[in-house]
């Protein structure tokens, strides 16, 4: 940049600096504001558009069109060449804008004569905010220097809108953050819950975006990096050599990398000497750092983008002082709004705190879905569209973890509805309860054991609420995630015990641990593999990696002593594994007798069944195991080959497929030939309508979300399984892909219960 712009851009920020601090207000401010930019960039118009909801662009302020235009004059995102740049997030640079591809001309605005255009995005962090726009009669293009004087007035127009600097009482334009809005998500867990907005991250507030003395902000901006990376370094030795860290010590040592970047540094300090203060000229590259991450699609970079992202976030804190404390106070009813969060820091926040979840990434199997479900409150993933900077600490938030919707600040229609759906899903609750004592038995006299997932000892009190008759699967990963460490055997060993005095005499499975694919324990070294849900995972760690599995089987061992010890080895692939597992345990339980130890008073050896192939096992498996529990999550994904992890995918194949059905069936023929316990502990087996299909299947017994029971049980009790068998036949002798259809008209025709 030269001398000259360099001090222009500078005189122009310092004008709008004085006009912020002016009396003036809203609409008047932003005037004065196009009538400024105009006269300092010696071009004819100054326009500001604004946007008025996601998709439309309003003309907020204008020198040099047609002031009856402003407030009138809109468009859609996308739409004419300010459209564009707002769509893109790009500058929009033509010297004869009428013959540019896409040009709108908008007649109300008399813009005809003016041949350059130039349409700056106002935007903040990757959110789009508006356009500033200057055009001339002149056909010429702006230079890479007024363009780029354009952008750091563009940045703290961007920081002004934030702060509400352009909103008068009774005038057309509105604060941002006031309007209802609605993002979509992942289903991460079902439920509704009303609340209010807690951040989990709050933002970073820049309140003085214009500088009056490059000199003090550069000093600034040096301190602030030689603190950051004394902290980084400082986070690097804490790290140590050990390879277990190695993930870890590789995104720090990203971090150092950008820490000591000269091409970041010297970019951002360009933009002070343009004018900006030190914090505004971090956000300016965070922002330009933003806009390339939401385009690429190639992994690596999208790591180290976000990795700049995550060091440019603490370095304004280091600037602003603003910590995660903001003096805030957590409200009563928690809705938790975060860009992503990992099980240790969300069991920070405590059972029974947080009404619920909504993240922008996070998946449904990732630990955040594992720790909702395991506190049986809705959450939501991937929500789109950037809730994390439209929600602020405090705002009314509804939302509906039954179809992934989150309403923020919520009108009045929205929120009756939501009520209504509330009030009518209590009034359910009610009826379940009702059911609490009465068994699961179908009309038929067929009656099935409904049993709970768990996995965290603060699930057990929903033992006797829920009417299960034990824990079907309760598992051992969330011990092993929410630490920093492997944790002792003793720890363990104490906290199966008290799952154990919990449970008193019902029974509980205990699934030995289940990492790899995407639960990925912090301190484990991880493999770069290239497909890790068909990779290293679950009993192939186990068997390969002995001391965990041993240490973890003589602290069930320990903990059950003179109790029933169950015992589930996840992700058995071929009967050798089984034998192999097994005799681990065989083996833990001799030295424990050499050793003294009291021992179970009785043990019982179960496989997951989760891979096609351990159906087709020769019967000497099925004779050998005590007990088998289905694992559909996964074994839904390898019958389909469908990633459960993708929604795209995942939801192209119904579970009441007439092929998984007929699988499901031969499973239970299988086990019932041997009289092995079968059981099904995945996703589906809470959901009412494939519980009963499943039932009608032949299986007997059923694990699922202590908040399931109920309805399933509801359902069970209302229908006769021949007949629901007698539809299913009917509608796989039609060659229908699926029996949903069928059997949904037949339950509708049931009596009501
Ligand atoms: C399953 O795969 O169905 C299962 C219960 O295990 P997880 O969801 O923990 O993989
Ligand atoms: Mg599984």
Known sequence: MTEQTDSESRKLLRRLK??????SAGQARLDHITQIIAEEMRSEVCSIYLFRDAETLELCATKGLNPESVHQTRMRLGEGLVGRAARDGRVVNEADAPSAKGYRYMPETGEEVFSSFCGVPIQRLGDKLGVLVVQSREARAFSDDEIYALEVVAMVLAEMTELGAFVGEGEALQALHTNPMMFRGGIGQEGVAEGHVWLHEPRVVVTNPVADDPEAEQKRLHDAVDQLRVSVDDMLKSVGEDPVDKDHRDVLEAYRMFANSR?????????????LSAEAAVEKEQSTARRRLGQASDAYLRERLQDLDDLSNRLLRILTGQGNDTGAEIPDDPILIARNIGPAELLDYGRGK????????GSVGSHAAIVARAWAIPLIVHAEGRVTSEALNGDHVMIDGDQGLVHLRPDDTVVSAFRDKIAMQAKAQERYTGLRDLPAEAKCGTRIALHMNAGLIAELPSLEG??????????????????????QRAELAGIYSRVLDAAGDKRVNF???????????????????PNPALGWRAIRVGLDKKGVMRMQLQALIRASKGRPLMVMFPFIAQFEEFKAARQHLFDEIERERKLGHVLPDHVEVGAMLETPSLAFAPRQFFEMADFISIGGNDLKQFFFAADRENERVRKRYDTLNVSYLSFIEQIAKRCDETNTPVSFCGEDAGRPVEAMCFAAMGLRSLSMRPASIGPVKHLIRRVDLTEARAVIDEARECGEQSVRGRVMDWLRGLDPA
């Open 18 to 23: 004085e006009s912020l601090a002016e009396d």
């Open 263 to 275: 091409s970041w540094m010297r970019r951002m300090e360009e933009d002070i000497a343009a004018g």
């Open 354 to 361: 947080l009404k619920g979840i909504v993240l922008e990434q």
């Open 466 to 487: 829920s009417g299960a008759e034990g824990v079907g699967l309760f598992r051992t990963e969330l011990q092993f995630l929410a630490r920093s460490k492997v944790p």
């Open 511 to 529: 699934r030995t641990l289940d990492i790899g694919s995407d639960k990925v324990l912090p301190y484990m070294k991880r493999e770069d593999e």
